[in-house]
Nanobody
Framework: QVKLVESGGGSVQAGGSLELSCVVSRSICSQCSVAWFRQAPGKEREAVAMIAGFTTTMYADSVKGRFTISKDKTTNIVSLQMNSVDAGDTGRYYC?????????????????????WGQGTQVTVSS
């Protein structure tokens, strides 16, 4: 059974840090791409970052230099380290997995490539 479970959300002050985790079930191939998306109230869901395999990453322009996505080979946990957060980072964060290795490129952060989704974890940034 394919399963993704997010955790680590919560409230954080602007300028602070938060780390999200996504436990990815072993039924998803180790090289399959995993991404983080987020959705703010009243807005469309948007991509934040993706990792293909264990080292190839891509980021949305809005989080480059502030967020880091990583994947632990042993635990199969995909983490999103969020630093220097601001109000624009508020939203529900979802972990999603593709059925294959997605080559980095313009479409790598497209929702349509990701088949499996978690329930999400809420992040609220306060000023």
């Amino acid at each position: 059974q394919v399963k993704l479970v997010e955790s680590g959300g919560g409230s954080v002050q602007a300028g602070g840090s938060l780390e999200l985790s996504c436990v990815v079930s072993r039924s998803i191939c180790s090289q399959c791409s995993v991404a983080w998306f987020r959705q703010a109230p009243g807005k469309e869901r948007e991509a934040v970052a993706m990792i293909a395999g264990f080292t190839t990453t891509m980021y949305a322009d809005s989080v480059k230099g502030r967020f880091t996505i990583s994947k632990d080979k042993t635990t199969n946990i995909v983490s999103l380290q969020m630093n220097s957060v601001d109000a624009g980072d508020t939203g529900r964060y979802y972990c999603a997995a593709a059925r294959s290795y997605v080559l980095p490129g313009l479409s790598a952060l497209s929702e349509r490539l990701y088949t499996y989704w978690g329930q999400g974890t809420q992040v609220t940034v306060s000023s």
